[in-house]
């Protein structure tokens, strides 16, 4: 990586960054050829250990949260066990999202146990464009803040497919037609989730912190590339 990570936030206890769509927090099974993890990278970049109080999926990226401490690191941890902080995530979604909702929705862990899982929803906008999809005339889509409550594995991406609409270019639980359209029509391969802001209480100061992310280029790129198509 050419470039350092953008640092969002750093104090004595605690450092945040705003991680890249593709990098994975940690090293992984997963793909062993992976080079490059955002904990090593910070950990090199400020010179010091740190220990990621939460996790965001490698096609994510937004605000990742670490402690600079085994100390802070249980405190941190705690606060997400007990649902005490706040995550908000925006995402590009297949057709017209409801104006607001709750998904309350169970899912399984890789054990098989059944977990409560609920998300909460509001559309922020919708689009229809000149493009035709399957028997449609037209293809339509949502920008969606999600506000998770629970801390389930793939839980955003897994709600969304649940109510019929997936989170653009997600694999394996979006829809791989939309999918293929947004690789041919306007090369876009990122997947459209993104964590936009983190709010806790700071447990050495009891200040609330309110760490905040914009969208990055390459999401808002493809809102550029439909205002030069025909909006309806």
Excluded at 62 to 70: H, I, P, T
Excluded at 111 to 126: C, M, N, V
Excluded at 152 to 162: D, G, I
């Amino acid at each position: 990586m050419n470039n350092p990570l953008e640092i969002l936030y750093q104090d004595d206890y605690l450092v945040a960054i705003n991680k890249p769509n593709g990098m994975f927090v940690h090293r992984t099974r997963l793909d062993p050829e992976a080079s490059e993890f955002a904990l090593q990278l910070l950990k090199a970049q400020i010179g010091q250990k740190v220990y990621p109080v939460h996790r965001l999926d490698r096609k994510t990226s937004g605000v990742l949260l670490f402690a600079l401490s085994k100390d802070m690191d249980g405190k941190m941890q705690t606060q997400f066990a007990e649902r005490k902080i706040k995550k908000v995530y925006q995402a590009l979604v297949r057709g017209y999202a409801e104006a607001e909702g709750v998904i309350d929705y169970p899912l399984f862990n890789d054990d098989g146990k059944e977990q409560e899982a609920l998300t909460r929803y509001k559309t922020l906008e919708q689009f229809e464009l000149a493009v035709p999809f399957g028997k449609h005339p037209t293809s339509r889509y949502s920008l969606v803040e999600l506000y998770p409550e629970t801390g389930r594995m793939h839980q955003l991406r897994k709600h969304m497919a649940h109510i019929l609409h997936p989170i653009i270019n997600d694999r394996p639980h979006g829809c791989n037609k939309q999918n293929k359209l947004f690789k041919e029509k306007w090369g876009s391969m990122r997947m459209y989730l993104h964590a936009t802001s983190l709010e806790f209480t700071h447990p050495i100061s009891n200040q609330i912190v309110k760490i905040e992310s914009t969208l990055p280029k390459d999401f808002v790129e493809v809102f550029e590339n439909w205002n030069r198509e025909k909006l309806l």
